[in-house]
């Protein structure tokens, strides 16, 4: 533990366990929605941030939160918009993004290689004030994300039902983007804006896989996406190894090992891992006379993907809400 007595190797450690912890936060939310690739393209988007920073003599954290949340905007209002076009608009900016920011960043002379830290990372040079910025936005998306997660699961999950409860799905739709690029930026000086994305999926996919319920399966993230910072960030120190890069091969790593763990637990459950797995051509719904239980997030019981909605498993049977009682199959 000797790295803990050099101060650079403190806030190395303090904002890596900030970027595990919220990365996976949001990526959970942003995996139920099927957008797993959103976070690299706000990665792209937040680089154009970083070369206007550069270019302007500012400070490139804020300006990088401000330029990626205008991104996020334009992507959702894209996206709801149901345009066939929205596909392109969106890789337009994406790589539009890139683009801008290395070539703002060259016509200052600063050049690609500056970029590098904010690319791929660069915990051993954060600063103090950088700390207290990413340790204040990881707090904001902590409370924001665990505080309204039962409504952000809800419209992840089945806009159309979420709606029905009088949720207001636009705005959680666009809070949810909104957030993502707040952590992207939080995590670009931990594992870099091109690497980020895996931070908040891989240890998703990983509690995905060993979990039952959306609420276990967020806890596990979150308490496998600080496991992998911090491996990461001390293993750097002993192996002289670059801390974001380390990071996100560990993260990779232990979703490999668990995967024949989490093989095993889907046969001991005798529970498919998707409704078309099961039932290829599943029975209609049939309404259930009277049933006690309200399904929903953290229930206790499985839930799948059935068309447009969710199942609940329950008793041998999966349940979905429908107009105030439950239908059955």
Known sequence: MDFLTLAFMQRALLAALVAGLVSP??????????????????????????GLALATGLTPLPVAVAVAIAGAVAIELLRSSGRASADVAMAVLFYGGLATGVLLAGLVGQGAGNLSSYLFGSLLTISTPELALIAVLGGLILVLALGLAPQLFAVCSDEDYARTLGLPVRLYNMLIVVLAAVTITVSMRT?????????????????????????????????????????GVVGSYYLNAPPGSLIVVVAIAIFVVTLPVAGRLRRARKLP??????????????????????HGPGCGHPALVHGDHLDYVHDGHRHAAHEGHYDEH
């Open 273 to 294: 891992k998707t409704v078309e797995d099961a039932d290829p051509t599943p029975l209609p719904h049939q309404p259930e006379a009277a049933h006690e239980h309200v």
């Open 25 to 50: 936060t949001i990526g959970g939310f942003i995996v139920q929605r099927r957008l797993s690739l959103l976070g690299d393209g706000l990665g792209h988007v937040a680089i154009a941030g970083v």
């Open 191 to 231: 594992v870099g804006l091109l690497m980020v994305s895996a931070l908040m999926i891989v240890p998703v996919a990983t509690a995905n896989n060993l979990a039952r319920g959306f609420s276990r399966a967020l806890g596990l993230a979150m308490g496998l996406g600080v496991a992998s910072a911090a491996a």
